[in-house]
Every structure is written in structure tokens, then in C-alpha cells.
């Protein structure tokens, strides 16, 4: 068993408000609930800082790096968000 456990920094551009990033972090969470289960790990007293945790489960490595590749896509393509960074762990069970 491999496991995947990430953590993605974004910077909001748009967000002028703690209300703005709470709605963005929401929004998403909601959006990706049947995929991953993300949880805000960090910067909550930021505005245009969100950072977020989760953990990716798969037999083969290259499944939870896919997973990884095209979560961040998904949200990188909404322009609302823009990757500041990822630190990730790999894990083998």
C-alpha cells in the first residue's frame, strides 16, 4: 500500500478577505469531497494564503502521483488559485 500525504500551498489573487478565502476553501472542498478529503493545515489567519493537507491511497506509486497531478490541475485551471507550493511525503505499507 502506498499512501500520499500533501500538503499544497496556494496564493489567492483575488481574495481580499478572510470571508473570500473561507468561501474559495469551501467551495473546493465541497467540489473535490468525493476524491480526497482536504483540510485547511495552515496559514488561517492569511487572506490570500490557503494551505491545505490530504492524504492519496493507491497500490502502485504512479496511481497516487496521477491522483496528485491531476488534483492540482483541477484546481489550477479554475484561476482562482495559484500553486505557491507542495511539499509531499511519500509512504510505503
Known sequence: MIVLACKL?????????LKDKRRLR???TDRLAKRVLL???AT??????????FALVSL???????QLR??????LTSGELELHSSDWDLIKL
Do not use: C, N
Open 9 to 17: 500551498t496556494f496564493f489567492l489573487p483575488y481574495s481580499s478577505s
Open 26 to 28: 469551501r467551495q473546493w
Open 39 to 41: 483540510k485547511e493545515v
Open 44 to 53: 488561517q489567519e492569511s487572506h490570500q494564503i490557503l494551505t491545505l493537507g
Open 60 to 66: 502502485r506509486e504512479a496511481d497516487v502521483q496521477q
Open 70 to 75: 491531476d488534483l492540482t490541475d483541477d484546481m
